[in-house]
């Protein structure tokens, strides 16, 4: 019986371990590569084998970085005073990307999910409390994504700081309901920044 080499053979396995990657797609991908030269396959593995060594997260925002603290909690121009709460790193890169926000950022580390287990404990929520105290945070820009989990996180986080001075505000709605922060363009997250409203 015809059998493939083993090598070829663990790349697909590891390949079909990836999301949205179907055992096809994974042939697929192995074969892709066998057909490279090695150069660039030595590059594709040294990058892969550096994403875990040279990223750290961010002990302020939780967000992964280079260096700890990430260089925009290093800044010293930028707001701090001023926190936008997100649930993943990258929301904060999109929001960035905008040019509008000159605060600091807050990873969540994603959302409450009771019926999932995930309650405030699982999430980086205890430090943004010390973090609020600590920068004295003037303003708190709740932006998760505009879903049920997203609008209950957001609540939770604005009952808490109801009775402090702390003005806690919502990015606006130009983002169609159900949608995701990461994959909104610049000019939508811009205006949903602008168009923040209290809490
Ligand atoms: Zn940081």
Redesign the pocket.
């Known amino acids: 019986m015809l059998k493939l080499p083993s090598s070829l053979e663990r790349v697909i396995n590891e390949f079909g371990k990836l999301p949205g990657i179907g055992p096809k797609t994974a042939q697929r991908l192995a074969f892709y590569l066998l057909k490279k030269d090695s150069v660039e396959i030595t590059g594709l593995s040294d990058a892969i084998r550096q994403l875990k060594t040279d990223i750290t997260f ?1 002990s ?2 939780h ?1 992964m ?1 280079e260096t700890d ?2 260089s ?2 290093a800044d010293q121009n930028r707001d701090h005073t001023l926190i936008c709460v997100v649930e993943e790193p990258l929301d904060a890169l999109a929001l960035d990307k905008t040019g509008r926000f000159k605060g600091v950022f807050h990873i969540l580390g994603g959302v409450l999910n009771p019926m999932e287990g995930i309650g405030p404990d699982k999430l980086n929520i205890a430090t943004l409390q010390k973090r609020i105290t600590d920068n004295h945070a003037t303003e708190i820009i709740i932006a998760t994504n505009p879903t049920l989990e997203g609008e209950t996180t957001a609540m939770h986080i604005s009952k808490f700081l109801q009775g402090t001075d702390v003005k806690v505000t919502r990015i606006a709605r130009g983002l169609p309901m159900g949608g995701d922060l990461e994959y909104a363009d610049e000019i939508t997250l811009s205006r949903a920044l602008e168009g923040r409203r209290e809490y």
């Open positions: 961010c302020q925002c967000n970085a603290p990430c925009i909690c």
